[in-house]
C-alpha cells in the first residue's frame, strides 16, 4: 500500500524566511536569558545567534520531508518557528516594561498579592499586542503563504476575534501561572525577581494561545 506524497514544496523565500526568524529568535533571547538566566548568558551567548541561524532552516528542511508524507507539518513548522519568535517578543517586551515601569509602583504588604497580579496582567497585555501585530504579518506572508491575497476588512475582523480569544487564554493563564508561582512571596520580591516569574507565566500563557491561534487562523482567518 502506497503512501500518497503531498505537493508541497520548499523555496528560497522559505529559506530566507527561516534565516530571518532564526536571527530574530536568537536576537531576542540574549536579553531574555541575561535577565533570567546570567549563568547560562554568560556561557553561551555567543554561540546562540550563530546557532538558530542554522538550527531553524535546517528544522525547516527537516519537516519538509516530513511533509511531503504529511503536509500539515510542514506547516505546523512554519507556524512553530514564527510561534517562538512572537513568544520571545512577548517576553522581551514583558521584561522591558516590567523592569521600566514596575518600580514605579509601591506595593503595600496587605495588598501585594493582588498589586503584582494586575500589573503583571496590564503588562502581560501591552507584550501580547505588541507580540500579535508582529504574528499576523508573518503567518500571513509566510506561514498560510497569502501575501498576493488582498487584506479586506472581513479577514482584519476575522483575525482580531481568533486573536482576542487567544489574547484572554494567554493572558488569564499566564497570570494564573504567575499566581501559582509566586503565591504569598509578592512581599519583598525585587523587580528583576517578579519580572523572572513573569517569563515563566507568560511562556505557559503562550504554548496554549499559540495552540487556539493556529486552529483559527488555518480553518477561518488565511483558510483557502
Known amino acids: 500500500m502506497s503512501t500518497k506524497k503531498t505537493e508541497i514544496k520548499i523555496t528560497q523565500r522559505d529559506y530566507h524566511f527561516a534565516i530571518a526568524a532564526g536571527l530574530l529568535i536568537g536576537l531576542l533571547l540574549l536579553p531574555i536569558l541575561k535577565t533570567n538566566n546570567p549563568g547560562i548568558f554568560a556561557k553561551f551567548w555567543l554561540a546562540i545567534v550563530p ?9 525547516l528542511r527537516v519537516a519538509f520531508l516530513i511533509g511531503k508524507k504529511f503536509a500539515i507539518v510542514y506547516q505546523i513548522a512554519k507556524f512553530g518557528i514564527i510561534g517562538v519568535s512572537n513568544v520571545l517578543v512577548d517576553l522581551g517586551v514583558l521584561s522591558l516594561v516590567a523592569l521600566l515601569f514596575s518600580t514605579q509602583f509601591k506595593i503595600e504588604a ?7 497580579i494586575t ?13 500579535n501585530v508582529s504574528s499576523f504579518f508573518w503567518n500571513k506572508y509566510w506561514t498560510f503563504n497569502q501575501g498576493e491575497k488582498k487584506q479586506s476588512k472581513s479577514e482584519f475582523l476575522q483575525f482580531f476575534a481568533v486573536s482576542l480569544v487567544g489574547f484572554l487564554i494567554n493572558v488569564i493563564v499566564a497570570s494564573l501561572v504567575f499566581k ?5 512571596r509578592a512581599v519583598g520580591l525585587s523587580a528583576v ?16 494561545g499559540l495552540a ?10 488565511f483558510k483557502k
Open 51 to 59: 546557532f538558530f541561524l542554522f538550527a531553524t532552516p535546517l528544522g
Open 110 to 116: 496587605s495588598t501585594a498579592m493582588i498589586g503584582a
Open 119 to 131: 500589573f503583571y496582567s496590564l503588562f502581560k497585555s501591552i507584550s501580547f499586542i505588541v507580540a
Open 180 to 184: 501559582l508561582i509566586v503565591g504569598s
Open 193 to 208: 525577581q517578579l519580572a523572572q516569574f513573569g517569563t515563566l507565566g507568560a511562556a505557559a500563557g503562550s504554548v496554549v
Open 212 to 221: 487556539w491561534n493556529f486552529i483559527g487562523y488555518k480553518l477561518w482567518v
